[in-house]
């Protein structure tokens, strides 16, 4: 494993590897290997042996479609033989990363782990605060609506006590027959 380098654990490096697949945010299983130093296979292998650690919604194999639509994203892609794997990549939820933890046991994996929870928490946080944002915003536009409405019945208002508008009217008093 000497060949492999060490991955900064910068925060933009983590989100970079988070992506949404089936409405649940997601590690892939390659750049979790990437990222404890340890090969795809390896890490594969020990979520096999540990199997009933990762249940369906800790874990999931993506479809050919899926993996298709992800890897045309990929901005780099490794070209040459064995670059990529010939079986679909699995994808890890937060819980499902979490629970890697215990299974690879190293330093690095706890220590990424940490790392890698800490982001998942701060994705969360920063939805929610999005998510009230978004209620405020939406309330000042429909203060906003409201105000307009008021105030162009108000402008209206003016505007006829400025500038009456006279019907013409029959005239009051007694009128003598016409003498056709």
Known sequence: MAAKTKIALTEEALYSRIYVIRKQKVMLDFHLAELYLVQT????????????????????????????????????????RGKFSKYLPFAFTEQGVSMLSSVLSSQRAISVNIQIMRIFVKMRTM????????????????????????????????KNLLEPTFRARRAIGFRLPSKD
């Open 41 to 80: 296979k390896v890490l594969n292998q020990a979520v096999k042996r540990n199997i009933n650690r990762f249940p369906k919604d800790f874990m999931f194999q993506l479809s050919l479609s899926e993996w298709k639509v992800l890897r045309s994203q990929f901005v780099t892609l490794d070209t040459g």
């Open 127 to 158: 939805i929610l605060t999005y998510k009230r944002l978004l209620r405020k915003i939406e309330k000042i536009e429909g203060d906003q609506l409201k105000n307009q409405k008021e105030i162009s019945s108000i402008y209206k208002l003016i």
